[in-house]
């Protein structure tokens, strides 16, 4: 138990209860996933970078940040890699909606009136909104309103000037930057101990048919589990998308939460 924290979890109930009771103090929650992330990078990924801007959004905005989601949605082939890989544990779509509705129903009976979902795993997105929509929906029901939701994933404020910066060979979007310089670069600035540059798999961007096939079709996936090479990654380059997505977010919802 600390004073200082910023991770609610590690308050005490009654310290917590003074924090959020009267709405004031805006609920960061990660969601990431259990997923692949090549032979160079934990599991954790899609994790521990949502938490890490959590953490830094809420000592800038005075916010909570809350437990993280730790699973995710399955992983999809031309995102992720697919769900067929090794070690990948994913939920249902309706598991993570029904899990994600009911911490938003708790956090509101707590008092709270501003939360933000901070998506670390891409293949989450539509599931957050539908969770956000069934617990808006319900709390209306039980005669709560004015709730604000912010939902966001951190890479959509990495700005089109950075990009250039940070792939002068050009840019393959996002769903291709599985396990590549883009989350490469920021666990290398965050948690560089748990990266091991020298065991990453060098090879060209994955290349997909504009459709999807289930089964899926394994050999469609590079053989490595990332979709693009993170050996481009550096720790600069986590330093600067680090940068540009925490002022881009405390940019966001300093306004969205102002009261
Ligand atoms: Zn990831
Ligand atoms: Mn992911």
Redesign the pocket.
Known sequence: MQDDTVFAAELSWPQYHDRVRDGSVPILLPIG?M?Q?GHHMPMH??VL?PVEFGRRVASEIGALVAPPFTYGYKSHQKS?GGNHLPGTTSLDGGTLVAALRDVIKEFARHGVRQICLMN???ENSWFIIEGVDLALRELRWDGIDGLKIVVLSYWDFVDKATIERLYPNGFTGWDLE??GVL?TSLMLALHPDLVRLDRAVDHEPASFPPYDVYPSKPEWTPASGTLSSPKEASKEKGEILLDVCVKGIVGALKPEFAR
Request: no cysteine; aromatic share 8%.
């Open positions: 996933s997923e992330h990924v899609d970078l992720g670390g795993h891409f599985h396990g989350e």
